[in-house]
Nanobody
Framework: QLQLVESGGGLVQPGGSLKLSCAGS????????VGWYRQAPGKQREVLAC????????TYADSVKGRFTISRENVQNTVFLQMNSLKPADAAVYYC????????????????WGKGTPVTVSS
């Protein structure tokens, strides 16, 4: 079964940036649809960004479009989430999830999930 481990969360000031990593093993993430999600206390988990296994462009939630970028580094078998212009409302536990092989979309019913990494946005 595909294993996912997130890292890179932490405390950042409003307006700052963080880059999250999602490392996969033992299978190649390039063959999976991989998404980044977040869940804040008392709120439902939401999908933020998704990168499919094919050549389609990544997709983003409206709340992060233009601020967050999802990317894939196949040699490292890692998917990243670059987060810029962070706001206090972005504070949450961030998860990555994958579906496949040869998945193309991201939903709340992904087959594999990481344990999450917390992000706090505060001055």
């Amino acid at each position: 079964q595909l294993q996912l481990v997130e890292s890179g969360g932490g405390l950042v000031q409003p307006g700052g940036s963080l880059k999250l990593s999602c490392a996969g093993s033992p299978f190649a993430l390039e063959h999976y649809a991989v998404g980044w999600y977040r869940q804040a206390p008392g709120k439902q988990r939401e999908v933020l960004a998704c990168i499919g296994s094919g050549d389609d462009a990544p997709t983003y939630a409206d709340s992060v479009k233009g601020r967050f970028t999802i990317s894939r580094e196949n040699v490292q078998n890692t998917v990243f989430l670059q987060m810029n212009s962070l706001k206090p409302a972005d504070a949450a536990v961030y998860y990555c999830a994958a579906d496949g092989p040869y998945g193309s979309t991201c939903s709340l019913n992904m087959a594999s999930w990481g344990k999450g990494t917390p992000v706090t946005v505060s001055s």
